[in-house]
Structures are given as C-alpha cells and as structure tokens.
C-alpha cells in the first residue's frame, strides 16, 4: 500500500509561482511513474502531467506546458510540481497518484490507483 500527501497549496495573485510536493510513505517513490491531475469547481478531474519513474520522461496538458515542471528527487521520496506564471483557470485542487502500470505515458484517471488527498491552489486575478 502506497500512502500520498500533496502540500504546497495556497492563494497566490495571477502571475505567482507554487511549487506542491507529493511525498509516499510504505513504498519507495522511487519505483513509480507520477502523475498530477487537478480538480476545479463544478468540473471534472484532468490531467496536468506525468514523469517516468526515472525522471528523464514528462509530459504535460497543452493548458500547462511552459508554465508548469515536473521534477522528482528520489532520494527524498518526492515528486515535485512547480508552477510559474499561474492563472485564475488553475485554480483547483491539485492531486498526485501513482498509475497501475509503470511503463509508458498515462494520462486517463481512470489508468491511476493510488491518489493523494489533494491540495488547493488558488490564483487570484
């Protein structure tokens, strides 16, 4: 059992920068492909990116590319999401998860089994 905490979250003004952290306790981190998603009001779960379990691979939503990072230090457990320039649009609260199968970029919710509970990110305009 993998057990996720995302932190980092809080209210920043449109053009701020957060960095969230995603930390697992009961297995290694370091074993697993991430990913993170973001849930706003009213709307469903999406996808914001992906990174390999190595590190060398990531993959972002079209909305976030150039703006957000995915970063991973294995050594501390930790799986990174740094945001720049943020918009009132990325408001939401904002989840890691681990998918089912280590191999290849995944994006769907549905391919991800373990999540965290989430964080909340709110821009201000």
């Known amino acids: 059992q993998v057990q996720l905490v995302e932190s980092g979250g809080g209210l920043v003004q449109a053009g701020g920068s957060l960095r969230l952290s995603c930390v697992a306790s009961?297995?290694?981190?370091?074993?697993?492909?991430t990913g993170w998603f973001r849930q706003a009001p009213g709307k469903e779960r999406e996808f914001v990116g992906w990174?390999?379990?190595?590190?060398?691979?990531?993959y972002y939503a079209d909305s976030v590319q150039g703006r957000f990072t995915i970063s991973r230090d294995n050594a501390k457990n930790t799986v990174y999401l740094q945001m720049n320039n943020l918009k009132p649009e990325d408001t939401a609260v904002y989840y890691c998860?681990?998918?089912?199968?280590?191999?290849?970029?995944?994006?769907?919710?549905?391919?991800?089994?373990?999540w965290g509970q989430g964080t909340q990110v709110t821009v201000s305009s």
């Open positions: 998860a681990i998918p089912r199968l280590n191999w290849g970029y995944r994006r769907l919710e549905n391919e991800y089994t373990y």
């Open positions: 009961g297995r290694s981190l370091s074993n697993y492909a």
């Open positions: 990174i390999a379990w190595s590190g060398d691979a990531t």
